[in-house]
């Protein structure tokens, strides 16, 4: 370096381009490398290490098509992807694809929430924009009631299951 020299930083580009984001109840929340052939159970720590409390009946998927940008959705169960790698709960991930894990516990209501929030959030502007509102809400005696993103086959007991099953005393005849 020498007097008069000028050097320029330049800040990271602000896209994120062969990653794979895991969030939720995880102890390590990021971005991972994603690779050609990469699976759900690739990016998780084997069963014996998850979290204490984690919710493998319901794990949500958001995926960013690289054609139009528009965001869908998918449902996984851990239990049945960690228990059998052939599943198809163990989803065959793509770039840009961000994985949300679940705690099971009951206080976990805001944290739920806010870790839907950001998809929830994206399913709406795209809304705004002529696209189908890919969103459920559900109220009543739910252990999680709320918003939630509706994945392509997904029936009233998977929503039930993401919205932590039913309280105690639910009516199950109305």
């Known amino acids: 370096i020498q007097s008069g020299d000028t050097i320029q930083v330049l800040s990271i580009l602000d896209r994120k381009e ?7 109840h995880v102890d390590r929340e990021g971005a991972y490398q994603w690779q050609p052939g990469m699976h759900l159970v690739d990016i998780l720590p084997p069963k014996g290490k998850l979290k204490p409390g984690t919710d493998l009946s319901y794990t ?6 690289p054609r139009d940008g528009r965001i869908s959705t998918m449902t996984v169960r ?17 770039p840009k694809d961000t994985v949300v894990v679940f705690s099971h516990g009951r206080t976990q209501l805001n944290k739920r929430e ?5 998809v929830v959030k994206q399913l709406h502007e795209q809304a705004r ?18 918003i939630y993103p ?11 299951h993401a919205a932590g099953d039913l309280q105690p005393n639910a009516d199950l005849d109305y």
């Open 18 to 24: 062969g990653i794979i984001t895991l969030k939720g």
């Open 60 to 65: 949500l998927v958001s995926r960013v098509n």
């Open 78 to 94: 851990l239990d049945r992807a960690m228990a059998d790698p052939s599943s198809p709960d163990n989803l065959r991930l793509k």
């Open 114 to 118: 806010n870790s839907l929030s950001e």
């Open 129 to 146: 924009f002529g696209h189908s509102e890919q969103l459920i809400t559900l109220n009543g005696h739910v252990r999680f009631p709320g």
């Open 150 to 160: 509706y994945s392509i086959g997904m029936g009233l007991r998977e929503l039930i």
